[in-house]
T-cell receptor, first 115, second 111 residues
Framework: DAGVTQSPTHLIKTRGQQVTLRCSPKSGHDTVSWYQQALGQGPQFIFQYYEEEERQRGNFPDRFSGHQFPNYSSELNVNALLLGDSALYLC??????????????FGPGTRLTVL | GDSVTQMEGPVTLSEEAFLTINCTYTATGYPSLFWYVQYPGEGLQLLLKATKADDKGSNKGFEATYRKETTSFHLEKGSVQVSDSAVYFCALSGRQGKSTFGDGTTLTVKP
């Protein structure tokens, strides 16, 4: 079992550009959540996808958007990048519709640097 | 909205010392509570969880009890090892699985 995988590992962009990050969930998991983790802070919830729809969203602007594919993999898109978007972006998957008792399994993250 | 407050670090202990990392939360309803750990160079992984009041989660010698009356989920270990050095995150999962994390506590254990 490969676990949760994310790509790319690192990414450098300039302000105003757009970026797409990718995530493949753990085998058997149908729910994917995305988090932003700034240096020295805990992960901040961006949104969660289940059955190809966004189910929950945190306090992030609509520059942050996502997508889930029929195979449960997911993408996170960020438009009009700002310096403050520099962070580690984590993907987590869980089974069973992502109910509150489910354990989330995290990927290694994508380190985004905005210059 | 939901929030998690955990003990500020860093925490430095000698091997075999007793560990407590405090965590308190604010949430509507009845959240599930989690401790995640991030070892150097690795990703976040679940350490333990509790899904209802008075439940005790335990793993690898670590324990935490879900205290609804004090809205707390403190992490404890009786005797820490050098290999326990890591960053520890307290988290809650609320309605429909929306998760909220604390800012993490860095633990360093010296031989």
């Amino acid at each position: 079992d490969a676990g949760v995988t994310q790509s790319p590992t690192h990414l450098i962009k300039t302000r105003g550009q757009q970026v797409t990050l990718r995530c493949s969930p753990k085998s058997g998991h149908d729910t994917v959540s995305w988090y932003q983790q700034a240096l020295g802070q805990g992960p901040q919830f961006i949104f969660q996808y289940y059955e190809e729809e966004e189910r929950q969203r945190g306090n992030f602007p609509d520059r942050f958007s996502g997508h889930q594919f029929p195979n449960y993999s997911s993408e996170l898109n960020v438009n009009a990048l700002l310096l403050g978007d520099s962070a580690l972006y984590l993907c987590a998957s869980s089974p069973g519709q992502g109910t509150l008792t489910d354990t989330q399994y995290f990927g290694p993250g994508t380190r985004l640097t905005v210059l | 909205g939901d929030s998690v407050t955990q003990m500020e670090g860093p925490v430095t202990l000698s091997e075999e010392a007793f560990l407590t990392i405090n965590c308190t939360y604010t949430a509507t309803g009845y959240p599930s509570l989690f401790w995640y750990v991030q070892y150097p160079g690795e990703g976040l992984q679940l350490l333990l969880k509790a899904t209802k009041a008075d439940d005790k989660g335990s793993n690898k010698g670590f324990e935490a009890t879900y205290r609804k009356e004090t809205t707390s989920f403190h992490l404890e270990k009786g005797s820490v090892q050098v290999s326990d050095s890591a960053v520890y995150f307290c988290a809650l999962s609320g309605r429909q699985g929306k998760s909220t994390f604390g800012d993490g506590t860095t633990l360093t254990v010296k031989p």
